[in-house]
């Protein structure tokens, strides 16, 4: 399944439940198929800003946990800030789950939670190796040798640097 198309048949699973559809970009997929957005500003939390450079925030202000590694799993490419992202695949309620490979080459997995944030104070070998993000199907897209562990910094809606939007859960394909 094409992004596109794995976008268009979130936004239907995510109307079924919503009380409205969700607002579309055009050719862009949907702004937020979850429906539901964190509205509790810099409120130090889990969920909190599901989009948003969390490194980035975190050393300006010199608040919050000093995270090695965190982002924002999305349902796709083009959601907006604040937008709760993906939170495993809706039967199973299973994870997609992120692999972070470093120096040492041992494979360090984060669960997001279910506003689709994950994060880290892992201390790991720099640079990194490789990061994927693995679908409970067993699909996965990777990224080799991010530059940066604030992965949400690049991975905006638009896409920053070159990055292609938002970090996304590959095909769940049940
Ligand atoms: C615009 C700034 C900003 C952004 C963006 C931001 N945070 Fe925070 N975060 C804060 C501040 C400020 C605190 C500390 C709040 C406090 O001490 O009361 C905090 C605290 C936290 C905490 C600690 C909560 C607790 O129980 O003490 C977690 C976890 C957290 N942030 C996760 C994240 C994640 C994950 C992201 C990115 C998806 C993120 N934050 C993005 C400002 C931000
Ligand atoms: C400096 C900018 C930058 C940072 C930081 C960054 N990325 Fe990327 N990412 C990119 C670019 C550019 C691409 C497309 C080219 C490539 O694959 O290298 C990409 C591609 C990807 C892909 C494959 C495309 C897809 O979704 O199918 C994944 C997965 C990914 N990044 C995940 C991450 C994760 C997780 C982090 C944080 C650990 C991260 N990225 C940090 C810029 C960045």
């Known amino acids: 399944m094409s992004a596109r198309t794995l976008a ?10 919503a009380s409205e ?12 198929a979850s429906g539901t957005y964190w509205t509790r500003g810099d409120h130090g ?17 010199r608040r ?3 995270f090695s590694v965190a982002g924002t799993i999305f349902n796709a490419r083009h959601e907006e800030n604040d937008c709760f992202g993906n939170a495993g695949d809706p039967v199973s309620g299973q994870k997609t789950w992120v692999e972070v490979v470093d120096q040492t080459n041992q494979p360090f997995v984060i669960e997001p939670n279910a ?12 640079p990194l190796r490789r990061v994927r993000i693995i679908s409970p199907s067993g699909h996965f ?9 604030d992965c949400n910094g ?3 809606r638009e896409g920053a640097e070159g990055a292609p939007g938002r970090v996304i859960a590959p095909n769940q394909g049940r």
């Open 8 to 17: 268009a048949a979130v936004a239907v699973l995510a109307a079924g439940c």
């Open 21 to 32: 559809p969700p607002a579309v970009i055009p050719g862009g997929g949907p702004l937020c």
């Open 45 to 61: 939390d889990n969920f909190m800003h599901p989009g948003r450079a969390c490194i980035e925030c975190h050393t300006e202000r």
């Open 64 to 66: 919050g946990p000093v």
């Open 115 to 126: 506003s689709g944030n994950f994060y880290t104070t892992h201390t790991f070998r720099y």
């Open 141 to 149: 897209a990777q990224m080799d040798n991010p530059p940066s562990g």
């Open 154 to 156: 690049c991975h905006t």
